[in-house]
């Protein structure tokens, strides 16, 4: 639905060039909901704003629903944004005109008369679930529902696409779920793409399908969010990882950890990832029966994302070297994720 190719943009300013984006290649399949996640500076605006040309990039290719929209005169590039939707972090509402001019707006610059837009605006109000507040101004709005008619007036021209710059970023968390929601519902009945750009995981984690992950102008990783959640590659991936769950050593035990071998008789310490119907089986329990080790519990967290759950376990393993390394082949060859990421003397009670 969406091709990047080589996106570039160099902002002039007055101290000099500012390169924002510095060739950001990525598609996005129709209906999907993609994400974009990374810090303050790193481009997310710049890149969703050249999807729909409210910035020109200065290189590369942006197709839209099989349309070059690099290439199009003014008249053709106002035609081809109506298939997409925007909305905003500060909603960029019409103060002065009530909820349902808002929503009208669009419509009415497209051209349409007052018997075609009411019943549209209707449905999308009721959509949205605001089909009480209709006559009200944004200032009688909570952030919530001003989002909530930044949506509808977003979904008025009937896009194909809507981009959503750090919607939720202005909202407290339970508002934030229920505008997440709403974009979900849109996503699955209006059979909608959605790319959404944020700077906070949970977001992602909440909604996408997809994401990448931008820094300095480009894209250091991306994939499925399954795949991104639990193998994360780049360190600024595994920071915005664990800031909703953690997938390192806890502090406790770092000091103690070697990288390698302190003596024949080191405890190890690993870190096994699960996904999907391993993270439920008694992966631990048939280690002890089959092995003559011990294995301790540091840490351990399992978490669902969509209807897959997934988790982190990180084991000290005690015995004799032998038994470990037995063991430690065991793991490899099941279905999940094994890491080892250090050692510890043995007997140092480091166990919990
Ligand atoms: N109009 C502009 N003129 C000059 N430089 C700009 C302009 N807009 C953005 N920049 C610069 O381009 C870079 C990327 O900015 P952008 O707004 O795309 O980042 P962002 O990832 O959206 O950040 P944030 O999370 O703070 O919104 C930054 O260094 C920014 O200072
Ligand atoms: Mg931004």
Redesign the pocket.
Known sequence: MIQLDGIAKT?H?QSGP?P?LRGVTLSVKEGEIFGII?K????????IRCINMLERPSGGTVMVDGQNITELNETDLRKARKKIGMIFQHFNLLSSRTVFQNVAFPLELAGYDKAHIRPIVTRLLALVGLAEKHDQYPSQLSGGQKQRVGIARALANQPKVLLCD?ATSALDPQTTKSILELLKTINKELKLTIVLIT?EMHVIKEICDQVAVMENGIIIEQGAILDIFTKPQAPTTREFIATIMNHDLPERFRHAVYSAHASDNSNVIIRLSFIGVTAEEPVIAGLIRRFDIDASILYGNIDHIKDTSFGTLILELSGRQAAMNNALNYLKSQDLGIEVIGYVPGHTGTTV
Request: proline share 0%.
């Open positions: 902002y300013s500012v924002a990374g303050s500076g790193a481009g997310k605006s710049t890149l750090e700077h």
